[in-house]
């Protein structure tokens, strides 16, 4: 017997759910924390487990279909996936990067990754990687009619296109991909003003004689890489956008084809459902501006997706592969047209074949085995998705009406205004990383002080006095290379001993805590009984135990380091006891106490 769909209750065998039964048991549990009490009123529930990002985006604890976004793939508002029917996408354009200064090798890098995977070319020109000369030998052996290319020269952007586009007449071939105009994205990374009129002949030359290519490409990576939040990033790449089609529809480009000529490239990072919710909004922002602007029904935003620089760390660089395995995930689910994903030691320098084939490999994974492109819109119908979405955009859409008050992009970087707001952004995830709120494996937590890094070329680099350029590891790692150049000079690290009380049970979890602490800024440790400092070479000791076991012997404890000769006397835990100078707790500032640490052990800065 078949059943209509529309009769069928997956939930028939379960008594309605309701969200004010839902607050009363998460009351219960509050209360049992002391984050609330039986008094405390339900519609308040909400608001004690919500959080908000560093936009000002409120992060819920629970999301209903009174979330869910309207329309369906391919449609109005086009924040699911574009194909509204089919048995999904034959995949992403999958776009490795080039930049290794190096010509020839240059040249062998995108052969042996466009015959192992790869499906595309972003080559990176000039200062920061292949002279703008070398262009045509570098894609000697490229079919531009197979694999498309996208430039990045920065300032030399009209030279090498207009090599590219040379080469790709000579040979008599329709190339595809795109130039890589972004004077926006260059006065955000080097404060060079900003001159649009002299791209939007590039353009013009696209639309007129090579219709598979793009002019502009919308780079919004900037703003992330200066410590931005997404919707600071979408508002700045929205800004840049409706710059450029003012600059092309007066150049003489209809509407249609001015949207036509335009690329978007924004960072992922290792918080998934905040980078696929971002790739969505910025399909629905750029969906709001075709339709105000008179685009043809049917206009979206290209996509091209890159991991994020600001996430990679240089120590314990191995954890890299996981946080661009998750971005690159998240890149997928969101509907990027493209995806670059960096190799792991990107941070460290120049990387190496090992590395690349790592980066291309697991894109691969993600469309070859696990199957991710066979699915149209894997995120639609999340509650959470959808409403974060939501949340994204209206925030984004905010801070571009915002800098088009202040005049434009151009107009907002040039007063500091942008600056500014991604400075504000910056530090207070900046803050919450210090407070290890938002842990960095490898860095923050479980550190590897006797780790060896693999050796690498050093990438060139491009001066500039554009927006600041930030790691959310930095202050982490800048301990580390204190401590490592303490070592070079000494012969030994930093140390801190964990004066351990009462028995193991008592004193492991907290000795735990300590160790992981304190090595996440160099610093060695020892753990022993009280009577061990003196043998250690330590001068600071930490206090490890239960809370129980320090109203007994915190004290004594404390006064039998000093009289071993401690200068300064940590607690693990809360607590205030005699002879104890300072605490370190879950939620410390360890960035704070780290650098006192290693300032009292006498190592330089």
């Not at 329309?71 to 995949?91: F, N, Q, S, T």
């Not at 036509?260 to 969505?280: P, T």
């Not at 890094?453 to 590891?473: H, N």
């Not at 070592?487 to 004193?507: C, I, K």
């Amino acid at each position: 017997m078949t059943v209509p769909p529309e009769e069928l209750e997956m939930a028939a065998a379960f008594p309605p759910a309701e969200r004010d039964r839902w607050r009363e048991m998460v009351r219960g549990v509050l209360r049992k924390s002391g984050a609330a009490s039986e008094d405390t009123p339900l519609d308040e529930i909400d608001g004690l487990l919500a959080h908000e990002t560093g936009d000002g985006v409120t992060i819920a604890a629970l999301y209903t279909a009174e979330d869910s976004a309207p329309g369906r793939p391919g449609l109005a508002p086009r924040v699911h996936e574009v194909r509204p029917e089919g048995e999904g996408l034959a995949g992403w354009d999958v776009r490795q990067r080039h930049g290794h200064p190096d010509p020839e090798t240059t040249r062998a890098a995108i052969l042996a990754d466009l015959e192992s995977g790869a499906t595309s070319v972003w080559l990176t020109l000039g200062a920061g990687g292949v002279p703008v000369a070398a262009l045509p030998d570098v894609l000697r052996d490229v079919h531009l009619n197979l694999a498309p290319v996208v430039l990045d020269a920065g300032a030399e952007t009209g030279e090498a296109a207009e090599l590219f586009l040379s080469l790709a007449a000579a040979r008599g071939t329709e190339p595809s991909g795109n130039l890589g105009a972004d004077p926006l994205g260059l006065a955000a990374r080097t404060g060079a003003p900003a001159i649009l009129d002299d791209v939007a002949v590039l353009a013009l030359r696209c639309v007129r004689e090579f219709p598979k290519m793009r002019a502009f490409t919308v780079d919004a990576t900037p703003y992330h890489d200066a410590g931005g939040g997404d919707a600071d990033e979408l508002g700045a790449a929205v800004a840049a956008g409706v710059a450029y089609l003012r600059v092309l529809t007066r150049a003489g480009l209809t509407v249609d084809e001015a949207f036509g000529q335009i690329d978007f490239r924004f960072a992922v990072n290792a918080d998934q459902f905040a980078s696929i919710a971002k790739l969505r909004a910025a399909r629905r922002l750029w969906q709001r501006v075709a339709e105000v602007s008179g685009a043809s029904d049917g206009t979206v935003a290209t996509i091209h997706a890159v991991t994020s620089s600001a996430m990679m760390t240089r120590r314990d660089p191995w954890v890299n592969m996981l946080r661009t395995t998750v971005a690159a995930f998240a890149a997928g689910v969101g509907g990027a047209d493209a995806v670059t994903v960096q190799p792991f030691d990107a941070r460290l320098g120049l990387p190496d074949d090992f590395s690349r084939r790592i980066a291309r490999n697991t894109q691969t994974l993600l469309l070859e085995e696990s199957s991710l492109a066979r699915v149209v819109d894997p995120a639609g119908g999340s509650w959470y998705v959808e409403r974060l979405t939501e949340d994204l955009a209206q925030a984004a859409w905010s801070w571009f009406t915002e800098i088009e008050k202040a005049g434009g992009l151009a107009a907002a970087l040039a007063s500091g205004l942008v600056e500014r707001r991604l400075g504000a952004t910056w530090e207070r995830r900046r803050r919450d990383i210090a407070h290890r709120k938002a842990p960095l494996t490898g860095l923050s937590e479980f550190p590897n002080l006797t780790e060896e890094l693999p050796s690498r070329r050093p990438a060139p680099s491009v001066a500039g006095e554009g927006l600041p350029v930030v790691t959310y590891g930095q202050d982490y790692e800048t301990l580390r290379d204190r401590s490592d150049a303490h070592l070079a000079a000494t012969g030994a690290r930093p140390r801190v001993y964990l004066a351990t009380l009462g028995p193991v049970a008592a004193h492991t979890g907290r000795a735990t805590f300590a160790a992981n602490l304190f090595q996440a800024g160099g610093v060695e440790t020892v753990a022993g009984p009280p009577e061990g400092f003196a043998a250690s070479g330590a001068t600071i000791a930490c206090l490890c135990s239960s809370d129980k076991v320090y109203e007994e012997k915190a004290a004594d404890a404390a006064r039998a380091l000093r009289d071993a000769g401690a200068v300064k006397v940590w607690l693990a835990g809360k607590g205030s006891h005699d002879g104890v100078d300072a605490r370190i707790f879950a939620g410390v500032d360890a960035v704070e106490v780290l650098t006192t640490t290693l300032t009292d052990l006498g190592v330089n800065r």
